[in-house]
């Protein structure tokens, strides 16, 4: 598997305020399909968060995947990470004396910022040939930040091309490792485009 950041956004992952002063929403929602990410889409297992769970990983809570605007930490206690049924809950404490935390918290409370998104480096997935388009379910992964984003939606979300580029290196990788699966896909895909 890869070492380049993904980034992925759902139209589902959605944050709010709790009480003007904390954000929570679902940064991840389980098992929810992608739009079509260069000829695969992509979801989420419930067990691919169990490792930053499980392990307190230091999971930073940023505005729009900005590095230089973080509302939380869960190594500061400032991000509360919790697995529900639906998905990674999140809820976040940002400061209210930094000027940027300030305006998120306001956009929220106003909904003009509703999304949130992820950041992860697979490290477990596996692929299904069933339908018309593969589709790679992520099994592990190391999560390295939340977001409170802007454009909540995969289709506004800018999926860097090393990101999809690493992906079809794992598809291509699957395909060799199981070649006859592969073959009957493609030509179960041909058929179906006539």
Do not use: C
Not at 28 to 33: A, C, M, Q, R, T
Not at 72 to 88: D, I, W
Not at 125 to 139: F, L, Q, S
Not at 141 to 151: A, I, P, R, T
């Amino acid at each position: 598997m890869g070492t380049d950041l993904i980034r992925r956004a759902y139209r589902e992952a959605q944050v709010g305020s709790l009480d003007g002063k904390r954000l929570d929403g679902f940064a991840i929602v389980f098992n929810s399909l992608s739009v079509d990410l260069g000829g695969f889409r992509e979801q989420i297992a419930p067990e691919a968060v169990d490792r930053a769970i499980n392990e307190g990983s230091d999971v930073r809570a940023l505005f729009d995947h900005d590095s230089g605007k973080v509302l939380g930490r869960t190594r500061a206690g400032t991000l509360t990470l919790k697995k529900e049924r639906r998905g990674l809950r999140a809820v976040i404490e940002p400061d209210p004396e930094v000027s940027y935390a300030r305006d998120v918290l306001r956009s929220v409370a106003r909904g003009d910022i509703s999304g949130m998104s992820f950041g992860f480096r697979v490290l477990v997935d596996e692929w299904d040939y069933e339908g018309r388009t593969p589709i790679r379910t992520v099994r592990d992964m190391e999560l390295s930040e939340v977001s409170v984003v802007s454009w909540p939606a995969y289709e506004a979300t800018q999926v860097d091309a090393r990101n999809v580029a690493e992906a079809l290196r794992s598809l291509d990788a699957f395909q060799k490792a199981n070649p006859v699966r592969s073959r009957d896909w493609y030509e179960t895909r041909l058929r179906l485009a006539r």
